[in-house]
């Protein structure tokens, strides 16, 4: 988990906004391709006793929710963001790991195209931030 979080971190590093969420979902998906091992486990979810992995989870997690800054989000709707990119990063390199991809269509272009429409469906928050107020419950 850490060197996943050295690899998101080191490409975020003097980035920010857009640029940045390209740079560190590139990173780990890169990270993934190159170490599979390694990113299995960093699959783990966070166990009660092992303090240690979860500060390593939670670093990955406050870096994300750091390059969102950018956008002037509250609070929790960064937490609602972080867990999306979560999945949309997990799910993707975990299809494209089981041979998911099939077809001969180039795979980055699909994941160019699926991180631009997160990062416009940001925008579209900011822009329309009212609409999507956050209600208990």
């Known amino acids: 988990m850490k060197k996943l979080y050295e690899y998101m971190l080191q490409?975020?590093?003097g980035?920010?906004?857009d640029d940045a969420i390209l740079a560190l979902s590139e990173a780990y998906v890169e990270f993934a391709r190159i170490h599979p091992g390694l990113y299995d486990?960093?699959?783990r979810f966070p166990n009660g006793e092992d303090k240690?992995?979860?500060q390593a989870q939670q670093s990955v997690v406050e870096l994300v929710v750091q390059v969102l800054q950018a956008y002037d989000l509250q609070e929790e709707m960064a937490i609602h963001l972080v867990r999306g990119l979560r999945s949309i990063l997990?799910?993707?390199t975990s299809i494209e790991?089981?041979?998911g991809f099939g077809m001969a269509i180039d795979i980055d272009k699909s994941?160019?195209?699926?991180?631009n429409t997160y990062i416009e469906g940001i925008h579209s928050?900011?822009?329309n931030h009212d609409k999507y107020e956050l209600t208990g419950g």
């Not at 994941?111 to 991180?115: G, Q, T, V």
């Open 11 to 13: 490409a975020a590093a």
């Open 15 to 17: 980035r920010s906004g």
């Open 41 to 43: 486990a960093t699959t």
């Open 52 to 54: 240690e992995l979860q």
């Open 90 to 92: 997990h799910g993707f």
């Open 97 to 99: 790991k089981r041979g």
């Open 111 to 115: 994941f160019s195209l699926l991180l």
């Open 125 to 127: 928050i900011v822009i």
